[in-house]
């Protein structure tokens, strides 16, 4: 079994997570992790890393190979624990986890998406106003066996964007110990102070959409995966936007479940900036402010730009 470099040093647990659900993963080497906050490429990186993976085009069902390992409220732990040993090609797994919460093997490879914590917002809501009602009652029901009292399902997120965009920037300002999931600006910071490590890998969502086939190539060359430049090529063009989409029914066939219009919800638009013109100066005042005291100038820099803007984060300095 690969060597544990480094144990969580934190108890991550919400009514969606749990980081006790990876207390018994049994390692292999070469295992892949995709960590990211939500909504800021988990599902594309997943597409790619799997199509490097079976160096195939192919849609498979990304949902049932690469299960979210944290997630309390889809499969019991015991049933994604045993999809993963019976696997026989090599590995990968999902998490929303902080890095801090997860446990770092040597030999496995870890790969980190970032984006501008507003397009994540925006893109967000559009997640939560999808859930089905099917939906609200896991995620009821796997609190309560978290925290010991059902109650009612969540509420619905509020219609307008922006309302939501203020209560999710009025519990990142909350004083520590507040009782709300890590707020976007300590969850990247997880990563960002860990970005020197060899086995991790910090990709950006801009990157993602300027140079798609410089980013595949990127992912797979730290994944160790020899790749033909037609293979690459083909990759990249299938993990287009409209092309996930137009597949998103065999990509993601279980996401009905949990959300109306089903892969069309899941996989909404695809682009940045929509809390542009929409966000007042005093939202953005609020978002400037946590962003200067929660973050240094490079890993602001990186996680609002990307690298092609910022620089490769690991040779950031700060």
Not at 175 to 191: H, K, L, N, Q, R
Not at 223 to 234: C, F, Q, R, S
Not at 281 to 295: C, E, N
């Amino acid at each position: 079994m690969p060597e544990l470099l480094r144990a969580p040093s934190r108890e991550y647990r919400t009514a969606l997570m749990d980081s006790h659900r990876w207390d018994g993963f049994r390692p292999r080497p070469g295992d892949i992790v995709v960590a990211t906050y939500p909504k800021c490429g988990t599902t594309w990186t997943q597409r790619i890393v799997d199509m490097l993976i079976h160096q195939s085009t192919a849609a498979r069902p990304i949902t049932e190979t690469y299960p979210w390992l944290d997630a309390t409220f889809f499969n019991p732990i015991e049933a994604e624990l045993a999809l993963l040993e019976g696997q026989t090609h090599r590995r990968a797994i999902k998490s929303h986890l902080p890095f801090d919460s997860l446990p770092i093997y040597q030999g496995l490879k870890y790969i980190h998406v970032a984006r501008d914590g507003r397009d994540a917002c925006f893109s967000f809501h559009n997640h939560m106003r999808g859930f089905t009602e099917g939906a609200k009652i896991r995620v009821g029901r796997a609190a309560a066996e978290l925290f010991g009292a059902e109650g009612p399902p969540p509420p619905d997120p509020p219609e307008d964007p922006v309302e939501f965009y203020r209560g999710w920037i009025a519990e990142a300002e909350a004083p520590p110990g507040a009782p709300v999931e890590m707020p976007f600006f300590d969850f990247e910071m997880t990563y960002w102070r860990e970005r020197a490590r060899a086995n991790l890998l910090l990709v950006h969502y801009n990157d993602l959409k300027a140079d798609l086939p410089g980013e595949v190539a990127r992912i797979a060359a730290f994944l160790d995966i020899d790749t033909p430049a037609a293979m690459l090529g083909a990759i990249a063009e299938a993990a287009r936007f409209d092309n996930m989409k137009a597949q998103g029914a065999a990509l993601l066939p279980t996401v009905e479940i949990m959300f109306d219009r089903g892969h069309d919800r899941f996989l909404n638009k695809g682009f940045n900036g929509r809390w542009r013109g929409a966000l007042t100066d005093a939202d953005l005042a609020r978002f400037d402010r946590l962003a200067s005291a929660k973050f240094t100038p490079s890993a602001r820099a990186w996680i609002e730009g990307g690298r092609l803007a910022a620089g490769d984060p690991a040779a950031l300095p700060d």
